[in-house]
């Protein structure tokens, strides 16, 4: 395998370098114009726990939507909490204000006892809509973000992956 790569001029190599930069920036185009298409900062996520079980299981992959933010009891919404990197998928069950008034909200996740208050920033007893709130569920697929979730876990394994890919379009021959 490393014999194939000792054997591309320097020309070749340059290109197959440029095409694996190609592949990653393409990506990364993609998913900043579909952040400006849904209003979101993170417009696809990954349900990471149980907690919205039945309607959604471990490993979903979630479409979300920030352009309505007039969000409605009943609403599946996505949100940080202030100073924590982790997005969590949890209903709506109250709202507060509107219109003139900042819309504030109370969430609880279907499978849990009690409301998201706890799990809130220290001091705050609400998620205020335009500040917190990532977007709105739209969409899922079932399963298919347990990918990233055996990626966060096992990080060896990305590693494992970043390399086969990188190796793949090096060595890959036109």
Do not use: C
Request: glycine share 8%.
């Amino acid at each position: 395998m490393f014999s194939s790569l000792a054997s591309l001029q320097p020309r070749q190599l340059a290109a197959q370098v440029l095409n694996f930069a190609l592949v990653l920036s393409t990506a990364f185009m993609l998913w900043k114009g579909l952040s400006v298409f849904t209003n979101s900062s993170s417009p696809i996520v990954v349900v990471l726990s149980g907690s919205m079980e039945p309607a959604f299981e471990r490993g979903d992959l979630l479409f979300l939507w920030n352009r309505g933010l007039d969000t409605q009891v009943g609403e599946i919404v996505v949100y940080n909490v202030r100073g924590k990197d982790i997005p969590i998928v949890h209903r709506v069950i109250r709202r507060f204000g509107g219109g003139a008034a900042p819309l504030q909200l109370l969430t609880k996740g279907d499978n849990n006892a009690a409301d998201d208050t706890e799990l809130y920033a220290r001091g705050q007893s609400y998620l205020d809509r335009q500040k917190d709130v990532v977007g709105s569920v739209v969409g899922f697929v079932p399963f298919v973000g347990y990918v990233t979730i055996l990626l966060s876990e096992y990080p060896w394994l990305k590693t494992a992956m970043l390399g086969f890919m990188a190796l793949t379009v090096v060595l890959q021959r036109e």
